[in-house]
């Protein structure tokens, strides 16, 4: 019986032998091979500058912070994500407000949305689920026609006049939509490098915006990085740098920087990344084909319009409830297949439940996800191992009719 992970890192000689350069070089925490990592994430989502950093987690949280949100302020975000997306939103002391799927989509009901922004709104965060980004165009026209209940807080809020959007681009790193990169379409993106993405620095992220004349490029990074370490005006690679090792700390801050070590590992990872993105649509299109037939609904991760990251391959079976999903994701596991579930809706989890969201309010993101299951798809898997899980695929549906 052949063997199907779900999703292992790719990593090739390039990657090790860059990692050991590092290692070699005596400078392993954050300094060349991350600023170098930076200037290149840059420079491939089109935008001035990026902060790497720990995790998209800690970008996004960060990024919240620099915004100036916090108590009294609420956040729109969706029911069906992961935990990270909200979980940020009580670590600068802010409310969430849940949005529902809109019927038969993944995506937020951008009517239920617009209509959920108040003068205590001050940030919406979509999520570029699986990698297929949002329909920015639809959120953008929301906020702009709500710009008279916003009421700013700071100066950078003053600034944007308007809800401000910030991407969970988690899965969306090199995700494409109407000719622009994720990461230069929202007002913030925060992409995630964790060892199960596209694009790997086994933990990490980076934090982009797209330009805006008021806003100040060397402002906004000196901020992300005095945030992510300790506040401090002068990190280790600087102080090694200058004859003066005299610095301050300008806040009580934290400790989330991206160390060099890791970068190396992302420097290579996106050298060989449009390779990567074209072998993840090579195997969409053979999944696509192959089940067309089938009473299952997947996402669109290609059209004329829009190529997306291909990160994860979902599945929906029609008409089926989570009892069938789960027989089915069980009988693909023991045919050597590991499948997984993206997500459970954050109403459905403990730490939300405690806090009075109730899965019976988003009858629709309950739906979406009673019957999901997301299917191996990933740049390790040969032909072979592509056949196998259709072929798979197949047996199961035929065997739980």
Known sequence: ???IPFSPPDITQAEIDEVVKVLKSGWITTGPETKLFESRIAEYCNVERAACLSSQTSCAE???RILGIGPGDEVILPAYTYTATASIVYHVGAKPVMI??????FEMDY????AAINHNTKAIIPVDLAGVICDYDRIFEAVERQKSVFKPKNEIQEKFGRVIVMADGAHAFGARRKGKMCGEIADFTNFSFHAVKNMTT???GAAVHRPHEWLDEDDIYKQYMLLSLHGQTKDAYQKNKVASWEYDVVDT?????MPDVLAALGVVQLQRYEKILERRHELIRVYNEEFKDLPIQVLNHCDENHRS????YFVRFIGKDDEYRNKFYNMMAENGVMCNVHFKPLPMLSAYKKRGFKISDYPNTYNMHKNQLTLPLNTTMSDDDAWYVIETFKQCINTLK
Do not use: F, P, V, W
């Open 100 to 105: 529902d799927c809109k019927s038969g989509s």
């Open 62 to 64: 960060l990024t919240l």
């Open 111 to 114: 009517d239920k949305m617009e």
């Open 1 to 3: 019986m052949r063997k």
């Open 309 to 312: 990251s291909g990160h994860l």
């Open 253 to 257: 801050q934290y400790k989330c920087n």
């Open 202 to 204: 086994a933990e990490g």
